[in-house]
């Protein structure tokens, strides 16, 4: 296996997974749309891939080898996932107290 395969396969193995993942984070929930959810969206995507591939990076370079060869790729795997899972969940967490605000405060207003 080359060595730029193996240093990546932690993501190209997951990478279908992160795809569906992200997918959803992005259509659900369907409102509110915007500029602010369009930003918020991009830019917590872009910090989980970043996060995911920090992972993989500091696994590989970290993981103790005197486990078995294959060590080194379940580790940064491992570290990948749930780096991109942890950003995910708090970008989440996020949205749902910010726009939830922002959609109480337009019910609120709808309803004067």
Known sequence: ???????????????????????????????PRGPARFAFDSIALTAATAAAFAGMYWGMAHADAGFGPMWKQVFATSLAYGLYLGVMAAA????????????ALSTTAARS
């Open 1 to 31: 296996m080359s060595t730029g395969v193996q240093l990546h396969l932690a993501l190209i193995l997951f990478a279908p997974w992160f795809a569906v993942l992200s997918v959803l984070f992005w259509r659900y929930p369907r409102q």
């Open 92 to 103: 989440l967490l996020v949205r749902m107290r910010w726009f939830g605000r922002l959609s």
